[in-house]
Every structure is written in C-alpha cells, then in structure tokens.
C-alpha cells in the first residue's frame, strides 16, 4: 500500500456513518466466530464447554456471551488455538515484561493490517510524503521494531536505529540525514538529551519534530519537559505484541481506537461488567481482522478510560484516555492500592529526579518493605541526595489521601526506603525497564 492509498482508506473509514460502522464491525464479529469454531480446536473448545451457540452471537454488543480470556491463551499450544496454520509466515514474541514470554503468529495479511495500523498514527499526526524517520525501536524478536519501520517506509526514508545499538548511533543517524521524526520507548528521550547535552549538542536543533512514543508510561511533566527539550510534539501510541497498534493520538491527546479493525470494551475488573463512558476499567480487544491468532474478548489488563462522544479533532469512532498502566502492575501496600501511573507522576513532578526508577517491593518478617531506587537528572552529593529523598517523601504524602496512610504507616514502622542514585545506574541499560518490581 502507498501513502496515497493509505490516506484514501483512513478517509473513507473515518467518513463512514456510525450506523455503517457498528454494522461492518457486527459482520466482522460473525465472520471471526464462524472462522474460529471451525478452525481453531481451542475456540471450539471453549464455545462447546461454555454451552454457547454461536448463532446468538449476531454483534458487538453480544460478546459478552463469551468469557473474557486472558494471556493464559499462550500457554495453550499455538497449534490448538492458531487457525489458518499453513499460512503463518512470522512468529513474534513479548517482551514477558510482565509475566512468560508470549509468541504471536502472524500470516502475510496479519503483516499488512499491522503496518497499517501503525501508519495512521502517523497520518493522524500529519506526517507527509517524504518525510524522514528514525526508528529506534528494538528490531529483535518483538515486532515492534519491523512494523513501525516498514509503516514509516510508507512515507519515505527510514532509519533502523534499534534501541540496543546506544545512543551515539542514533544521534549520528539523526544529524546525518536531518530526520523528521521518530518512534521510541519514552525512556529513550531522556537518554538522548543527556548525551546531547554532554556532547554540547542542543536536542531542540536537532530537525526531528514529531516524536512517537509506546510502550512505556509517562506523564504529562514528562511530556512537557521533553517537548520543550527537542522542540517537538510527543505523540503517544497505545500498542501491544498481542494486537499491535491499537489506538493513537491526536492533538487533544485522545487515544483513538482503530475500530474497523479492533472491538475495544472496558470491563470492571471486579464485576466483568462494562463500564459507563468515561469511567476507568480494564481494556478487553477483540482483533476483528486476524487471520493467524483469533484474539476474542482478550483482557490485555490496561487500565483506561472510554468515550464515545464526538472528539474536537474531526476523528470520529471511540477513543481512550489516557493508559493507566496494567492491573496486574498495580499493588496493594499496607491495605491501599497503587496504580503504577500515580508513582510516574511523583517521580516526574520533582525537577531534580530522573524519570528513571525502580521500586521494589518485599516481604520481610512478615511485613510489607516498599524501597524506591531513583535517578537523579544530574551528579548529586550526600546532602543533595538527601533533599531529593526528602522531596519525594513529601510528595508521596501529598498526593491524595490513600497514599498519605499508605506512606505514613510504612515510614513510621521503618519500612519505607529512597535511594537516590547517581544519573546512569538505571538508564543506561537499553531497553524497557522494569520499574515495579514486586518480590513478594
Ligand atoms: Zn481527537
């Protein structure tokens, strides 16, 4: 597909009538349900012992008939729950950032959704023909890296500046061929700077001006901070191995979902029930286009908002708020929970920390220990570590209510500890980095 065609279809999907577009997708949801129960033993399975006649099945709206699945699909064989086997050209694997590592076939038409999936990100964003990208995402076995650099392709040149190659490399790459923009982790940003800065290069004279961003939380600090650093628009994608590129955003920050190609409901964790617009819950997919992998009512654990009403960009369909984080990152210390994005904003809202943390939870003697592990931005003695400890603590008790009692009660049984580190302890691993760590 060009770039002319590309736009054409994004066009066309984004003018369809809502009526238009609830009952494709409604064909959609039968096909997969027909497709699955005859081809995939696991599907078949699952259907039969659910006493489920497929036949009700008729829209969206029906899925709930269907259990909620969830990554244990992967421990299933691939061979039980893949349909159209023959045709699979491409395994992929998760990162297993947070559980086993996940494998994801993909046939050639998989390949092609996903590809143009990731380049309407880009055409939201406006990017235009001719543009040139870096792409420094990790080109290993995870599929992020080949999709995003094959979707930018559409546009014009691309450079591959896989994440694990260092810094230098992906600065010369920007410099020598006055990129545009570029697709990274988050965590990449703050890298970049530090190396500009050391080199005496300022980042905002570097030509790219529109920076994609997946995979990692941040927060809106860290978005400001950095869109000042490089004189850019950071564009947040929300995209996983099992899927793909989901959703993307638009000026207003909005997620917006894919929906010819993806059914996004929002479930509350706690009842399975979906909840009203607006309201935060866990994101169920289903892929409505998949040939290799049938991924029906799966529970990816994200937590996020939904609205349905009509976004001030133009882009029309369902869009997210913002990604909250998983829920099976999320953590409950000393009776309260705590939400993985809640600890982004602290850390980012204090000038001399680093976006770069680790925080670590145990159990000791019986007792909750939680221990952060932070980055300063720049070198730091005792004294100043002191005062970035100090800062943080505060903030910690500041933030709401639930976090005050949390924080007080493990600081005064002792069993809260903050480390301030000096800059590259944590940073200069590659990569994504594990930041809640819950060894209990
Ligand atoms: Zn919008």
Not at 100 to 117: G, N, Q
Not at 216 to 242: C, D, P, Q
Not at 351 to 379: M, R, V
Request: glycine share 6%; aromatic share 10%; with cysteine.
């Amino acid at each position: 597909m060009n770039y002319y065609e590309l736009r054409a279809e994004f066009l066309d999907v984004n003018s369809q009538p809502e009526i238009e577009r609830q009952s494709l997708k409604d064909e959609q949801v039968r096909r997969l349900l027909r497709e699955s129960f005859e081809k995939s033993d696991y599907y078949r399975k699952l259907i039969i012992n659910n006493n489920i006649d497929i036949e009700e099945i008729r829209s969206c709206e029906d899925l709930y008939k269907l259990p909620i699945i969830s990554s244990e699909v992967f421990s299933t064989s691939m061979s039980e729950v893949s349909m159209n086997y023959d045709n699979i050209v491409r395994y992929c694997h998760t990162s297993g950032s947070t559980g086993a590592p996940k494998r994801v076939p993909y046939t050639r038409k998989d390949i092609e959704l996903a590809i143009i999936s990731q380049a309407r990100s880009y055409l939201l964003a406006g990017v235009e023909p001719f543009e040139k990208c870096l792409c420094a995402m990790t080109y290993g076995p995870w599929p992020s890296g080949m999709i995003c650099h094959a979707a930018s392709e559409i546009f014009g040149l691309t450079i591959p500046a896989d994440s694990f190659l260092g810094i230098d490399h992906q600065l010369q790459s920007l410099q020598k061929d006055k990129l545009n923009y570029m697709v990274c982790l988050p965590s990449l940003l703050p890298r970049l700077e530090r190396y500009c800065l050391e080199k005496n290069i300022s980042p905002a004279s570097l030509s790219v001006r529109k920076i994609f961003v997946v995979g990692e939380l941040f927060s809106e600090t860290f978005r400001s901070h950095y869109e000042g650093v490089f004189n850019a628009k950071l564009i947040n994608m929300y995209a996983n191995t099992e899927f793909g590129l989901i959703a993307s955003e638009c000026q207003y920050h909005n997620l917006h979902v894919w929906e010819d190609f993806f059914h996004v409901e929002v479930i509350d964790p706690d009842t399975g029930k979906l909840c009203e617009d607006g309201v935060t819950g866990e994101l169920v997919i289903t892929a409505l286009k998949r040939e290799a992998l049938p991924l029906i009512r799966y529970n990816t654990h994200d937590l996020a908002e939904m609205y349905k009403e009509p976004c001030e960009c133009g882009q029309t369909g369902a869009y997210l708020g913002p990604i909250r984080g998983r829920r099976d990152n999320m953590f409950t210390i000393n009776g309260g929970n705590i939400y993985p994005i809640v600890l982004e904003n602290i850390v980012t809202a204090i000038p001399g920390l680093s976006s770069f943390y680790h925080c670590i939870i145990d159990k000791i003697d019986g007792h909750d220990q939680l221990s952060f592990k932070i980055e300063a931005k720049d070198n730091v003695d005792d004294q100043e570590k002191e005062y970035l400890a100090g800062e943080f603590y505060r903030e910690l008790t500041s933030f709401d209510l639930t976090l005050r009692m949390i924080f007080l009660g493990l600081e005064s049984a002792s069993r809260l500890n903050i480390d301030i580190l000096q800059p590259g302890i944590i940073s200069q691993k590659s990569g994504k980095i594990k930041k809640i760590i819950d060894r209990r």
